[in-house]
């Protein structure tokens, strides 16, 4: 027994170290390369077989049949394999062309050494092709592609299949003349039933697993129970699924470039309040939404209406030191000015060495110029059929109206003279004259609704991020040391200190919510679509989970949860760092067509929800090296905790295959993130083999492979963005 033990987990570290020499091989070979060569190499599917054949022959000794729901646990996966192996033999991929009254039965593989050439054994015609793009913009909405195979019709669109005698249509370009579209076809009618089993059968068994009663995990609550603690768990888990410090530039009065704010603009592809250029702008050329106590909409002001004087002063943030000594500039602040000298553009040598802080720099002064020669700002809307927005100084079409024409070259050349006569009261009406003609131009359906406009100025407005962040990274580090200090003395929070703390975290949770309530609303979906969203949800996550334990404590604080606290708080404020490192490019944008399915909030709602808990894991066990005395106690914790959050990683790991399979046509792919969210799942699995693995079982090297496999976690989410790229690096 101790020899196909030994065999069946080498057999998995070998797999873990072969799935992380395939990313390598893909970074500089690229992926058809890694794919052949490593991740479906004959070895490969041999070593998969021999892992999964040891483990059901070390189930087998162990008697682990006698535990029927662990036992199909581990069994899902063995089918999912399975399901993996008949796609790999008998699956065909490929992509068929087809043109408007045409029809083809060949399957062209170009661009791609993934895609093998089959054959489509019926005809194929396409019937139309068209866009559906959101109200108001030309920002796309979803492709869709009428076709038709022997007289029956059907609808291919993003996230929307057409299935013909198993064969599998799904959307994957269209021609730049639209006459034309590629359609993925896929034919794996026994991988994906068997695979899909394997899914079902892996969350079925997840559900049935925490009511099994002869289970560690179970004995962990019943040692709980023994304590008092164990209500507190149950409930728990249930729960889970600056001052200006100088003189201010010139600009104009807050009220007027409120109204500024208030018009409506096209921008990022979407119509949006002009204050959210704003804060943008601002953002990008300061690092923060405020310069000098001015707002957003006073600094797009000054830049639109006293560019001289703005032009001196240093609002520019540069990074990099050679860009900054090829400036020549002492501090991280650059003027307008700064950037020519004797007819020439200090960075043009930077800029053809492709050095990256340059490109950044220069990027910011190409947005000056936008803004202030007014190319970037476009107000003005002009009705045909869908309508297109206009700034006051692009060529308008040949059929304009003249009053129209008037009313866009003069308008803003009116809102200039009363600016420079300090005429304050007649530049507010000329706003609410340029807003009142918008609103007649573009048509009401063309706009977002009053409520998700305010919304959106209510978030543009609310700028808690940073001050949210810093408060509870500092709370929590400070909290840390002085538990750490408690227990190490036997001595648990005072009553009145958790009762603060508990307010201190609901004023957290509320203003997170607050936040993503408002970009929910302004977005029109989920706030997970990229890492600044999924940051602050993981924030939300993470400071509910920390009411929910501070909540049970309240009448009786304990020593064996109060690090709860401290983590919580260090974890919100990490989350929240990051999400604002991000928002120098926070622009809310409409999804990508592929992304416009529930699978998405799932998929990563479920995720976030399981890297929350093993970060708190991760921390448990950075408390259990400082404190020896409360090792074993934080072990039963971490362990408690360890099995939702491996199961949702598993279960978020499978909806991302369901949502591939309906989006692309395959439910695995390889991509970097794939892979690595593999990798950290089968590192953490570890900790849950501890009876197996017997020098896990020891608190001290539990808790030091806990902090260890966080590692795996921070590379997943930020190192394969960073290094690896892949079709999951927009998250």
Known sequence: MKAIRSISFSLMGVIILLLIAG???????????????????????????????????????????????????????????????????????????????TSDDSVLAENSENIGNITIPFRLSLLSFHIDYYPGTNAPMDFVSDIEAEGVRGQVSMNHIFTHRHYRFYQAMYDNDMQGVTLRVSH?????????????????????????????????????????????L????????????????????????????????????????????AKDFTVKLCGKPSYKGLSAEEVLCGWMFYYDKWAKEPCIKIKGRETRAALGIQGRYACLNDFTGRGLYKLEPLLRQGKKDALAADEKFQLVSMVCTGSMIKIFPLLAGQPTWYSWVDRLPKDTKHEDWQ??????????????????????????????????HAG??????????RAEQTYNHLNITRPLAMACACIGLILFFVCCLMLSAGRTMPRYAVITLFVIMLCVFVLITLMLTLRRVVSGHMPLSNGHETMQFLAWVTSLLTLIVQGKHLKAPTANYQLFTPMGFLICGMTLMVSMMSQSNPQITHLMPVLQSPLLTLHVAVIMISYCLLAFVMLNGIAALVLKKQREQLQAISQLLLYPAVFLLAAGIFLGAVWANISWGRYWGWDPKEVWALITMLVYSALLHTSSLRFLSKPLAFHVYAVAAFLFVLFTYFGVNFLLGGMHSYA
């Open 407 to 440: 009313f866009v070259t003069g308008s803003i050349e009116y809102l200039s003279l009363c600016v420079a006569r300090n005429a304050n009261t007649e530049a507010q009406d000329a706003l609410r004259k340029i807003r009142i003609w918008q609103e007649q």
């Open 23 to 101: 990313s390598i091989v893909e970074q500089f070979c690229g992926t058809a390369a890694a794919v052949k060569y490593v991740y479906t190499a004959p070895w490969t599917i041999c070593l998969w077989g021999a892992a999964a054949v040891s483990a059901m022959i070390y189930m087998s000794s162990v008697r682990m049949y006698r535990q029927v729901i662990t036992c199909l646990l581990h069994f899902s996966f063995v089918v999912i394999l399975g399901g993996a192996l008949v796609t790999h033999i008998f699956g065909e991929q490929g992509e068929v062309h087809l043109r408007l009254q």
């Open 188 to 232: 794996d009618p026994w991988g994906i039933a068997v695979t899909y089993a394997g899914y079902c059968l892996l969350l079925f068994s997840i559900c049935l697993f925490f009511f099994q009663r002869r289970t560690h995990f179970r004995a962990l609550l019943d040692n709980i129970q023994n304590s008092g603690h164990r209500a507190r």
């Open 234 to 277: 149950i409930i728990m888990l249930l729960l889970l699924p600056a001052f200006a410090s100088a003189a201010q530039p010139p600009s104009v009065s807050r009220q007027t470039a409120g109204e500024l704010g208030n018009l409506y603009v096209y921008y990022n592809d979407r119509v949006c309040p002009l204050s959210t250029l």
């Open 444 to 453: 009401t359906e063309n706009l977002p609704s009053n409520a998700r406009f």
